[in-house]
C-alpha cells in the first residue's frame, strides 16, 4: 500500500500525492551516489594518468584537482536540486521528485536547509539517521525534509502518456472503459508474464468479454492466438461490458 | 442500464483537452518566465482539469484515466505554485531584512553561546594550568611537540602549502563546523552547547599551554585578524542551533515539527552569512595569519575592520541605505 496525502487546492479539488517510500528514497539515493562517484573518479583519473598529477593536497596541483573532484562529490544534491527545482537525474530514474508541503515546487531556501541537514540525517554512517526517520514519520520523511517543509513524492509520468494510449484505444474500440484497460495492461504485459498464466488470464478475459463463445474451443486456443484475439477485441466494435 | 459507454463518451470527448493541457504543462516547465496570458491559460485549465479529475475520481476511480489525471493536476498545481525566481532583489531582501531579523532574534543567545565560550575557555586555561598534562587530550603530539620545541605549530605553515590551498582547506573545515553547530541543536539543542564547550575549552587550553612555553603573544599574534569574526561566526552557528533546539523543546506552533520548520527557515539565512564570513576568514587565515611580515598592528586592524563589517552585515543598515537610494 502506498502512503499519500491530500493537499488542498483553491479549486476544492484536493490533489493527492504518492509519498515515497524509504525503497524507493534509496533506490533514487543509490543511483545520484553511483552517479557522482563516478564523475568524481573520472575526473580524478583523467588528472592521474593524462596530466599526469600526484593526487595530494601537499602540491597545489593535487589539490586543485582533487578540489573539482570533492566539490563533485560534496555539492553534487544542492547544485543540482536547485537547478532542476526539486529533482536530480537519480530522482528522475527512480520515479521521484521534491515538492514542498503545499504540493509545489520547493523553494531555493528550502532546498538548501534540506542539504545542511544530510550531515545529521548521514549519522553515525550510511544515512542511518536518516534511513531510521523515513520508517518512523507519517509521512516517510528525514530530518532535512523535516526542516525544509519538503516531501519526497511519486512522480507518475508513465500514467500522464498513458492518457493519450487511452484516448487512443476508447476511439477505437467499443469496449467498457474498465474491460479496456484491463485488456490493454494484459497485453502490455504479454512478454513479461509467464505462459501458463498469461494463457489463463486470456482464457477468463474471453470468456467474460464474450459468454456465448465455445468454451472448448478457447480451451484448444494457443498462447498467439488468445492474444491476436484480445487485440481483436481491443479493436473491437463491438460492445461487451461483461468485464 | 450501464454508464460504461457514457464514461468512454466522456473521455473522448475531453482527452483533446487533456493533449491541449499536457503540451501547455511541458511548455511552462521549460520556461523560466510566462507571459499574463500564458498564465491566466494556465490557471483556466487548471480548473478545467480540477473538474475532469473530480469526475474521473467519481466514475473510474481505479482507472490509468484517473491516475493519468492525478499526475497531470499534480505537475499543473506545481507550475501554477511555483516561487518566482528573485534574482538582485531577492538578494537585496536577504540581507536587508532577512538576515537582521534573524541576529536580532538571535541576540541574547548569541551573547549568551559568547559567554559559554568564555567561560570554557577560562575553564580550558585552568585546567591546563593546573594539570600541565592534560594538554594531550586537547591537542595533537605534533603541536605538543612543536611547542614544546618554542615553536608555534602555525609557523613556516605556508612554506609547506601555498596560502591560497591553505585558506580553502580551512575554509572549508570552518564551514562545516559551523554547519554542525547549526544542525546539532536538533538533539535538543545538546550537541551544539557541546561543540561550543569544546571549542571554548580546546582555545583556552592551548593559549594555556603556549603561555607555559612564552609563545601566548605568538599565538595571539596568529589569530588576530581571522580569530574575532571565526569566533564569533562558530557562536553565531551555535546560537542558531539552541534556536533550533528550543524550537522542539518549547514549540510556538501547533507541532513541534512545525515549530521546528519554522525556525529552521527563519535563522537559515543567517547561515548563508556566516558562511560568506568564513570565506573571508578562510582568505585572512591563509594568506595574513601565517604572513610574518604582517606586523601586530595590521592584524588587530584587520581583525577588528573585519569583525566591524560582520555586525554592519548583520544589521542590514548597509543595504537598507542602499536600498532608500
Known amino acids: 500500500m502506498t502512503d499519500q496525502i491530500s493537499v488542498e487546492s483553491v479549486t476544492g479539488v484536493d490533489l493527492t500525492l504518492q509519498i515515497a517510500g524509504p525503497g524507493t528514497r534509496s533506490y533514487a539515493f543509490v543511483i545520484d551516489w553511483h552517479i557522482r562517484l563516478l564523475l568524481a573518479g573520472a575526473w580524478l583519473l583523467i588528472a592521474y594518468y593524462v596530466f599526469d598529477i600526484a593526487l595530494t593536497v601537499k602540491s597545489a596541483a593535487g589539490f586543485l584537482s582533487i578540489l573539482p573532484a570533492t566539490i563533485v562529490y560534496f555539492l553534487y544534491h544542492p547544485i543540482l536540486e536547485v537547478a532542476l527545482r526539486g529533482s536530480t537525474p537519480g530522482k528522475r530514474m527512480a520515479g521521484v521528485r521534491i515538492v514542498s508541503r503545499d504540493g509545489g515546487p520547493p523553494g531555493t531556501s528550502a532546498l538548501l536547509i534540506r542539504n545542511i541537514f544530510r550531515l545529521i540525517d548521514s549519522l553515525p554512517a550510511a544515512y542511518m539517521l536518516g534511513l531510521v526517520c523515513c520508517f518512523v514519520t507519517a509521512n516517510r520523511v528525514r530530518?532535512?525534509?523535516?526542516?525544509?517543509?519538503?516531501?519526497?513524492?511519486?512522480?507518475?509520468?508513465?500514467?500522464?502518456?498513458?492518457?493519450?494510449?487511452?484516448?487512443?484505444?476508447?476511439?477505437?474500440?467499443?469496449?467498457?472503459?474498465?474491460?479496456?484497460?484491463?485488456?490493454?495492461?494484459?497485453?502490455?504485459?504479454?512478454?513479461?508474464?509467464e505462459s501458463a498464466s498469461r494463457i489463463q488470464i486470456a482464457r477468463t478475459l474471453l470468456r467474460r468479454l464474450d459468454p456465448g463463445a465455445d468454451a472448448g474451443a478457447l480451451d484448444a486456443l494457443a498462447d498467439a492466438n488468445l492474444r491476436a484475439m484480445l487485440q481483436a477485441h481491443l479493436n473491437s466494435n463491438t460492445a461487451a461490458a461483461h468485464v | 442500464?450501464?454508464?460504461?459507454?457514457?464514461?468512454?463518451?466522456?473521455?473522448?470527448?475531453?482527452?483533446?483537452?487533456?493533449?491541449?493541457?499536457?503540451?501547455?504543462?511541458?511548455?511552462?516547465?521549460?520556461?523560466?518566465?510566462?507571459?499574463?496570458?500564458?498564465?491566466?491559460?494556465?490557471?483556466?485549465?487548471?480548473?478545467?482539469?480540477?473538474?475532469?479529475?473530480?469526475?474521473?475520481?467519481?466514475?473510474?476511480?481505479?482507472?490509468?484515466?484517473?491516475?493519468?489525471?492525478?499526475?497531470?493536476?499534480?505537475?499543473?498545481?506545481?507550475?501554477?505554485?511555483?516561487?518566482?525566481r528573485g534574482g538582485m532583489a531577492a538578494l537585496r531582501v536577504l540581507f536587508a531584512d532577512e538576515i537582521p531579523r534573524a541576529a536580532y532574534e538571535l541576540r541574547a543567545r548569541i551573547a549568551s553561546m559568547g559567554l559559554l565560550m568564555a567561560l570554557s575557555a577560562l575553564a580550558g586555561w585552568w585546567l591546563v594550568t593546573t594539570f600541565p598534562t592534560l594538554i594531550s587530550l586537547f591537542a595533537s603530539d605534533d603541536m605538543i611537540e612543536h611547542v614544546e620545541q618554542g615553536h608555534l605549530w602555525t609557523e613556516g605553515i605556508i612554506n609547506v602549502m601555498p596560502s591560497s590551498i591553505l585558506s580553502i582547506g580551512i575554509l572549508a573545515n570552518n564551514i562545516v563546523v559551523s554547519i554542525l553547530a547549526f544542525c546539532a541543536g536538533i538533539f535538543l539543542a545538546l550537541g551544539t552547547l557541546y561543540l561550543i564547550a569544546m571549542n571554548g575549552l580546546m582555545l583556552g587550553a592551548a593559549f594555556a599551554f603556549v603561555h607555559q612555553h612564552g609563545l601566548a603573544r605568538a599565538l595571539f599574534e596568529f589569530i588576530a585578524a581571522h580569530g574575532p569574526v571565526e569566533l564569533?561566526?562558530?557562536?553565531?552557528?551555535?546560537?542558531?542551533?539552541?534556536?533550533?533546539?528550543?524550537?522542539?523543546?518549547?514549540?510556538?506552533?501547533?507541532?513541534?515539527?512545525?515549530?521546528?520548520?519554522?525556525?529552521?527557515?527563519?535563522?537559515?539565512?543567517?547561515?548563508?552569512?556566516?558562511?560568506?564570513?568564513?570565506?573571508?576568514?578562510?582568505?585572512?587565515?591563509?594568506?595574513?595569519?601565517?604572513?610574518?611580515?604582517?606586523?601586530?598592528?595590521?592584524?588587530?586592524?584587520?581583525?577588528?575592520?573585519?569583525?566591524?563589517?560582520?555586525?554592519?552585515?548583520?544589521?542590514?543598515?548597509?543595504?537598507?541605505?542602499?536600498?532608500?537610494?
Open chain 1, 143 to 193: 530530518v532535512g525534509d523535516m526542516a525544509a517543509g519538503t516531501l519526497l513524492v511519486l512522480d507518475n509520468a508513465a500514467a500522464e502518456r498513458s492518457l493519450q494510449r487511452i484516448e487512443a484505444l476508447a476511439t477505437g474500440s467499443q469496449l467498457s472503459l474498465d474491460a479496456l484497460e484491463l485488456v490493454d495492461q494484459v497485453l502490455e504485459r504479454w512478454d513479461s508474464l
Open chain 2, 1 to 84: 442500464m450501464s454508464d460504461a459507454p457514457y464514461i468512454r463518451q466522456w473521455l473522448v470527448a475531453h482527452a483533446a483537452a487533456w493533449r491541449g493541457v499536457v503540451q501547455r504543462v511541458a511548455a511552462l516547465r521549460m520556461q523560466r518566465n510566462a507571459t499574463v496570458d500564458e498564465a491566466l491559460g494556465a490557471v483556466e485549465a487548471y480548473r478545467g482539469l480540477a473538474r475532469d479529475l473530480a469526475t474521473a475520481r467519481r466514475v473510474a476511480p481505479n482507472s490509468r484515466m484517473t491516475s493519468g489525471l492525478e499526475s497531470l493536476y499534480g505537475h499543473l498545481h506545481g507550475v501554477i505554485n511555483r516561487r518566482p
Open chain 2, 232 to 325: 564569533s561566526v562558530i557562536c553565531i552557528a551555535g546560537a542558531m542551533g539552541v534556536a533550533l533546539g528550543e524550537s522542539i523543546i518549547r514549540p510556538t506552533l501547533e507541532s513541534r515539527r512545525d515549530s521546528f520548520q519554522a525556525c529552521a527557515h527563519r535563522i537559515a539565512p543567517l547561515l548563508l552569512l556566516c558562511a560568506l564570513l568564513l570565506v573571508g576568514c578562510g582568505f585572512i587565515e591563509g594568506f595574513v595569519s601565517p604572513d610574518p611580515r604582517f606586523p601586530m598592528v595590521s592584524r588587530i586592524t584587520i581583525g577588528a575592520a573585519y569583525w566591524l563589517i560582520m555586525w554592519i552585515l548583520m544589521s542590514g543598515r548597509l543595504f537598507r541605505v542602499h536600498a532608500r537610494r
